[in-house]
């Protein structure tokens, strides 16, 4: 099936310059039964997109209509039965009309009456039509429209709107080599001649369709879900994003098809990539959105059900435990004791008087922002010199003859950074049995991410999602394997530290 549908829009996507991944995500919300959306300025082959997904399927009624203001029902449902009219009865006749269509693009939907629009919604919403006295049911499988313009949210279309889950931006052709390509090019057919092997069937669409309900949403999968949910909700004051209980259920069906189609029974996270395209309602909102999803994905998606996290703030805390054991980690001063109270020495130079004198200060004054006086050995105050140290440890001294200043760092008896004598030795063993239980922690806790990301790298070659994001995914699986790692020998140089 694979191979299969990658065929199947390779064939559609033939001189269709920057249109494979929309057509691809088009095909893939035909085939999942839900409505396409294509937003674009005239002229960069909607309606052309159109025709050539209808090329993939199996129908035997095709309608299309570019609607206008001035367009009527009969235009789009059939025209009334004069003989039916005769005998009392208003009924249309349907055939070849929209009604009777299994796929369908309406162009330029946005312009058509309120009155058309209004009956579309019923027809698209319950797939039936009421003609006359009768409700005729409507076959239809796949609804494409698009429009250079979004509804206006006071023209009563929301509802209409909200049906359309895929919505696709299909901007001019932006690589250079492309529109060269694109000017020399003959005009393209607008079907494509598709392998009826290849196409899909009638009965395979209905039995498709019923299968991929039974393709399963994991819980990281459901966690991004919830994630994305919570941003937009965060994110509702600044854009006014809303997105209906309806619209979550069947983008899940959507991203579900996905899967499906590459023959997974798992969606992954690489499939959440398409959640761009089906939550925006207004242009100004698409570059916001791309960036909760890709975010939600990378950010929280690969982390999800991985302690890798917590286990750093236990190897830190550790490590941290570890220094405490083996090292002082500030500074030891010299202290003394004199007269029952602790002091610091230091040697200061205010003047020739006090050249090379030793001073001791109290201990208990470092730290404040308070004057005192220093003392001698003998403990007698030296009150020609007043000493503050400005709330740190370096004291500051002024007076002498001359009232000079000078600041002064008290003696350092053991450096920050440099090994203690004495070690606990049970501390020791304890902190050893810790490191060999956090190493045990990090090995689980990567094998089970390893078997998450292994199934996350079968669906990176997804045709439903551009390359460069699926890279990016990519990227971000690489980057927390080698933090593991990184965490890992992080854990055997705690284990040196400890072999003292």
């Given at each position: 099936?694979?191979?299969?549908?990658?065929?199947?829009?390779?064939?559609?996507?033939?001189?269709?310059?920057?249109?494979?991944?929309?057509?691809?995500?088009?095909?893939?919300?035909?085939?999942?039964?839900?409505?396409?959306?294509?937003?674009?300025?005239?002229?960069?082959?909607?309606?052309?997109?159109?025709?050539?997904?209808?090329?993939?399927?199996?129908?035997?009624?095709?309608?299309?209509?570019?609607?206008?203001?001035?367009?009527?029902?009969?235009?789009?449902?059939?025209?009334?039965?004069?003989?039916?009219?005769?005998?009392?009865?208003?009924?249309?006749?349907?055939?070849?009309?929209?009604?009777?269509?299994?796929?369908?693009?309406?162009?330029?939907?946005?312009?058509?009456?309120?009155?058309?629009?209004?009956?579309?919604?019923?027809?698209?919403?319950?797939?039936?039509?009421?003609?006359?006295?009768?409700?005729?049911?409507?076959?239809?499988?796949?609804?494409?429209?698009?429009?250079?313009?979004?509804?206006?949210?006071?023209?009563?279309?929301?509802?209409?709107?909200?049906?359309?889950?895929?919505?696709?931006?299909?901007?001019?052709?932006?690589?250079?080599?492309?529109?060269?390509?694109?000017?020399?090019?003959?005009?393209?057919?607008?079907?494509?001649?598709?392998?009826?092997?290849?196409?899909?069937?009638?009965?395979?669409?209905?039995?498709?369709?019923?299968?991929?309900?039974?393709?399963?949403?994991?819980?990281?999968?459901?966690?991004?879900?919830?994630?994305?949910?919570?941003?937009?909700?965060?994110?509702?004051?600044?854009?006014?994003?809303?997105?209906?209980?309806?619209?979550?259920?069947?983008?899940?069906?959507?991203?579900?098809?996905?899967?499906?189609?590459?023959?997974?029974?798992?969606?992954?996270?690489?499939?959440?990539?398409?959640?761009?395209?089906?939550?925006?309602?207004?242009?100004?909102?698409?570059?916001?959105?791309?960036?909760?999803?890709?975010?939600?994905?990378?950010?929280?998606?690969?982390?999800?059900?991985s302690a890798l996290d917590e286990l750093i703030i236990e190897k830190e805390q550790l490590e941290q435990d570890i220094l405490n054991a083996f090292y002082y980690t500030d500074d030891v001063y010299e202290s003394y004791l004199i007269a029952d109270t602790e002091y610091l020495r230091v040697t200061m130079n205010l003047d020739e008087h006090y050249k090379d004198r030793t001073l001791y200060l109290a201990l208990d004054k470092m730290g404040t922002n308070k004057d005192f006086f220093?003392?001698?050995?003998?403990?007698?105050?030296?009150?020609?010199?007043?000493?503050?140290?400005?709330?740190?440890?370096?004291?500051?001294?002024?007076?002498?003859?001359?009232?000079?200043?000078?600041?002064?760092?008290?003696?350092?008896?053991?450096?920050?950074?440099?090994?203690?004598?004495?070690?606990?030795?049970?501390?020791?063993?304890?902190?050893?049995?810790?490191?060999?239980?956090?190493?045990?922690?990090?090995?689980?806790?990567?094998?089970?991410?390893?078997?998450?990301?292994?199934?996350?790298?079968?669906?990176?070659?997804?045709?439903?999602?551009?390359?460069?994001?699926?890279?990016?995914?990519?990227?971000?699986?690489?980057?927390?394997?080698?933090?593991?790692?990184?965490?890992?020998?992080?854990?055997?140089?705690?284990?040196?530290?400890?072999?003292?």
């Open positions: 099936m694979k191979k299969r549908i990658h065929t199947l829009i390779s064939a559609m996507s033939e001189h269709m310059y920057e249109r494979e991944q929309i057509i691809a995500l088009s095909l893939l919300a035909g085939v999942a039964g839900l409505n396409t959306f294509l937003y674009g300025p005239p002229g960069t082959a909607k309606s052309l997109i159109s025709r050539r997904v209808s090329s993939a399927f199996e129908i035997t009624e095709y309608f299309e209509y570019l609607m206008n203001r001035f367009s009527t029902p009969e235009e789009i449902f059939g025209p009334v039965s004069i003989k039916a009219l005769k005998e009392d009865q208003y009924i249309r006749k349907t055939e070849h009309y929209l009604p009777r269509a299994e796929f369908a693009f309406l162009d330029e939907i946005w312009k058509a009456s309120p009155a058309i629009l209004n009956t579309l919604l019923t027809l698209v919403n319950e797939h039936s039509f009421k003609n006359g006295d009768m409700i005729q049911h409507v076959p239809l499988k796949v609804l494409m429209s698009a429009s250079n313009e979004i509804p206006e949210s006071d023209q009563g279309l929301d509802a209409l709107y909200d049906r359309f889950i895929l919505r696709l931006v299909v901007p001019p052709i932006q690589q250079v080599n492309h529109f060269h390509a694109l000017l020399q090019a003959k005009p393209v057919m607008a079907k494509p001649e598709v392998d009826s092997a290849l196409k899909i069937k009638k009965h395979e669409l209905d039995e498709w369709r019923i299968q991929i309900y039974a393709v399963q949403l994991p819980d990281a999968v459901l966690a991004v879900f919830d994630e994305i949910k919570q941003r937009l909700a965060l994110n509702l004051d600044e854009l006014d994003i809303y997105v209906s209980d309806r619209r979550w259920q069947r983008v899940a069906y959507l991203v579900k098809a996905a899967a499906f189609l590459d023959q997974r029974s798992q969606v992954a996270l690489n499939d959440l990539f398409i959640l761009q395209h089906c939550l925006w309602t207004q242009p100004e909102e698409i570059e916001l959105i791309a960036q909760i999803v890709e975010e939600s994905i990378l950010e929280f998606g690969l982390k999800y059900a220093a003392v001698d050995v003998t403990g007698e105050e030296v009150r020609g010199i007043v000493c503050n140290y400005n709330g740190g440890r370096r004291c500051t001294l002024k007076g002498g003859y001359y009232g000079l200043e000078e600041v002064v760092t008290p003696y350092i008896k053991y450096p920050k950074g440099s090994l203690r004598n004495v070690v606990d030795d049970a501390q020791v063993v304890q902190l050893k049995a810790q490191i060999k239980q956090l190493t045990a922690k990090l090995q689980q806790d990567a094998m089970q991410q390893a078997q998450a990301f292994a199934h996350e790298q079968q669906a990176l070659q997804s045709i439903f999602v551009l390359p460069a994001q699926a890279e990016k995914l990519a990227q971000g699986m690489q980057a927390r394997e080698a933090l593991y790692q990184i965490q890992q020998q992080d854990c055997v140089r705690l284990e040196q530290l400890c072999q003292r």
